[in-house]
């Protein structure tokens, strides 16, 4: 069982559509994450959770909305997206949100097209 | 000038080649360094943290040079399954920076 997991793998929807992405860590980690990978562009974080509670968010648009009901498991909620929103959606997650020497396990990604 | 810059390649390679990529940064006050590989359509994975005195790990040696600001990962004796996109990463205050990659392609 690999040890962040993500669904789904592939995501098309329109732009009046609801959405959801989940993500589960069985990695016992504290911190989890949310990035936005778009092509040739760097992964950009979006929001962060250390213990089920959200400690940044990166001026993301509220067209994207997250949740982490506990430490293993992470949504992203999306609604009215745009074009522009076309992307690969990674989460990761580390075992504490202690600063950049952390290190990130990621998921697998939801490859995300907006129609 | 961007916080982490990569030539985004690719660098094409020969198996059994020696290549090296460079990754220079913006802010002298980063603390950690680190390269990932990010396989095509796949998630990132770390590849190995870089410490001030270098360090090695089999192939691969990473290196930093804080005076002039970049770090370096160096693959001996390529193999094809060395093709990825080689991430630079690195902190910025409290959260990790990303570079867009390098490609390495190993043919045979």
């Known amino acids: 069982e690999t040890g962040v997991t993500q669904t789904p793998r592939h995501l098309v929807m329109g732009m009046t559509n609801k959405k959801s992405l989940k993500c589960e860590q069985h990695?016992?980690?504290?911190?989890m994450y949310w990035y936005k990978q778009s092509a040739k562009k760097p992964l950009e974080l979006m929001f962060v959770y250390s213990l089920e509670e959200r400690v940044e968010n990166n001026s993301v648009p509220s067209r994207f909305s997250p949740e982490c009901p506990n430490s293993s498991h992470l949504f992203l909620h999306l609604h009215t997206l745009q074009p522009e929103d076309s992307a690969l959606y990674l989460c990761?997650?580390?075992?504490?949100?202690?600063?950049?020497?952390?290190?990130?396990?990621f998921g697998s990604g939801t490859q995300l097209s907006v129609l | 000038r961007k916080e982490v810059e990569q030539d985004p390649g690719p660098f094409n390679v020969p198996e059994g080649a020696t290549v090296a990529f460079n990754c220079t940064y913006s802010?002298?006050?980063?603390?950690?360094f680190f390269w990932y590989r990010q396989d095509c359509r796949k998630e990132p994975k770390l590849l190995m943290s870089v410490y001030s005195s270098g360090n090695e790990d089999g192939r691969f040696t990473a290196q930093l040079n804080r005076a002039s600001q970049y770090i370096s990962l160096l693959i001996r004796d390529s193999k094809l399954s060395d093709s990825a996109t080689y991430l630079c990463?690195?902190?910025?205050?409290?959260?990790?920076?990303f570079g867009t990659g390098t490609r390495l392609q190993v043919f045979p």
């Open positions: 990463v690195l902190d910025n205050t409290d959260k990790l920076i």
């Open positions: 802010n002298s006050a980063s603390q950690s």
């Open positions: 990761a997650s580390s075992q504490d949100r202690g600063g950049a020497t952390e290190k990130l396990f």
């Open positions: 990695l016992g980690h504290n911190a």
